[in-house]
């Protein structure tokens, strides 16, 4: 089969005060349970080896700051994970913190099932601010300490397949999954971080679950693609992030969902030749898409004005 079983280890909080070794050891034991589940690859959250850092307000270049960063992946604290990674055969996704040539990225890496890296992707759509506000009842400052991310959205050739990831706030936006589509991704592998409560209106708290398996499952089923989904969740620190980790099929429904806001590994048998009827049908792309229709999607950043007719009528 291509593809395979794929897991999600979705992550409860982890304290500021948690240090690298402990949080790793938790990873490797989700790996070793994976294992027991037989997968061959692991999804890790976004930012999984610290505390959702962006809640709070740092100078840039504060030492507290930069100690959230990885200068080197693996690095010697991080090199147990692919270790154990490599003796168990499994590929995994991970999200961390990394910062390179006077740069911070939220990034992602891929590895084959022997713990080397196969691929790399840097967060693209930065959420919340730059400057805190202190109306609101939480901040959310990615924008202020992250670059955006500047290697796109790369698929990269694995599980005898194409594989693609997205971190968090890229879930949202149809062009994230579009435009590994288009490279024929048929697994979106992706973690995530969501806060609620933070000073969204009633509404839009209440549907932070709603709007999570909403966007991912019409990212599988408009890309005919599985879609496996890691969020790192629960009180954290006193804040509350959403959990509902999930893995979704081409078709567009849950296979596999976490019930829990704790550590919880979840697993999927992934065959990547279900998505055929999807690829070759009703998501052909090279016979139904009309790239000619579409030019406002890269010509344009915000709504602007309806653009002229055509034609007269
Ligand atoms: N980590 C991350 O990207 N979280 C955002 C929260 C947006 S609210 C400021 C998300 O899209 O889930």
């Known amino acids: 089969?291509?593809?395979?079983?794929?897991?999600?280890?979705?992550?409860?909080?982890?304290?500021?005060?948690?240090?690298?070794?402990?949080?790793?050891?938790?990873?490797i034991e989700m790996l070793k349970e994976a294992k027991g589940r037989n997968c061959r690859f692991l999804v890790f959250p976004e930012l999984a080896l610290t505390t959702f850092f962006p809640r709070w307000v740092y100078q840039l270049g504060d030492p507290?700051?930069?100690?959230?960063?990885?200068?080197?992946?693996?690095?010697?604290?991080?090199?147990?994970?692919?270790?154990?990674?490599?003796?168990?055969?499994?590929?995994?996704?991970?999200?961390y913190a990394e910062k390179t040539k006077g740069k911070h990225y939220n990034t992602a890496i891929l590895t084959?099932?022997?713990?080397?890296?196969?691929?790399?992707?840097?967060?693209?759509?930065?959420?919340?601010?730059?400057?805190?506000?202190?109306?609101?009842?939480?901040?959310h400052l990615e924008k202020r300490y992250f670059d955006i991310g500047n290697l796109?959205?790369?698929?990269?050739?694995?599980?005898?397949?194409?594989?693609?990831?997205?971190?968090?706030?890229?879930?949202?936006w149809p062009e994230t999954y579009r435009v590994m589509g288009l490279q024929g991704a048929e697994l979106i592998t992706l973690g995530y971080n969501t806060p609620?409560?933070?000073?969204?209106?009633?509404?839009?708290?209440?549907?932070?679950?709603?709007?999570?398996?909403?966007?991912m499952q019409a990212g599988a089923y408009h890309n005919a693609c599985w879609v496996a989904a890691a969020a790192k969740c629960g009180n954290e620190e006193g804040f509350e992030m959403i959990g509902q980790s999930m893995i979704i099929a081409p078709t567009g429904e849950v296979v596999a969902q976490c019930s829990s806001l704790e550590d919880e590994v979840?697993?999927?048998?992934?065959?990547?030749?279900?998505?055929?009827?999807?690829?070759?049908?009703?998501?052909?792309?090279?016979r139904h898409r009309r790239p000619e229709a579409y030019g406002l999607i890269t010509e344009r950043v915000g709504a602007g004005d309806p653009l002229p007719p055509i034609e007269s009528f």
Do not use: W
Request: charged share 25%; proline share 7%; aromatic share 10%.
């Open 152 to 172: 796109g959205f790369p698929v990269y050739e694995a599980l005898e397949g194409r594989v693609g990831m997205a971190i968090c706030n890229d879930r949202r």
């Open 64 to 95: 507290e700051l930069e100690a959230f960063f990885e200068a080197e992946m693996p690095g010697p604290e991080t090199k147990p994970l692919f270790e154990t990674a490599a003796e168990l055969g499994i590929g995994f996704y991970l999200g």
């Open 266 to 286: 979840i697993s999927a048998r992934c065959d990547f030749d279900q998505a055929q009827y999807f690829k070759r049908e009703i998501f052909n792309f090279a």
């Open 112 to 139: 084959d099932g022997t713990g080397k890296i196969i691929g790399k992707y840097r967060k693209v759509h930065l959420p919340g601010h730059v400057e805190p506000d202190p109306s609101r009842k939480g901040e």
């Open 1 to 27: 089969m291509r593809g395979g079983v794929i897991g999600v280890a979705q992550m409860g909080p982890i304290a500021k005060s948690e240090s690298r070794p402990q949080v790793v050891k938790r990873l």
């Open 196 to 215: 609620v409560g933070l000073g969204e209106p009633f509404q839009a708290e209440a549907l932070a679950n709603f709007h999570n398996s909403l966007t």
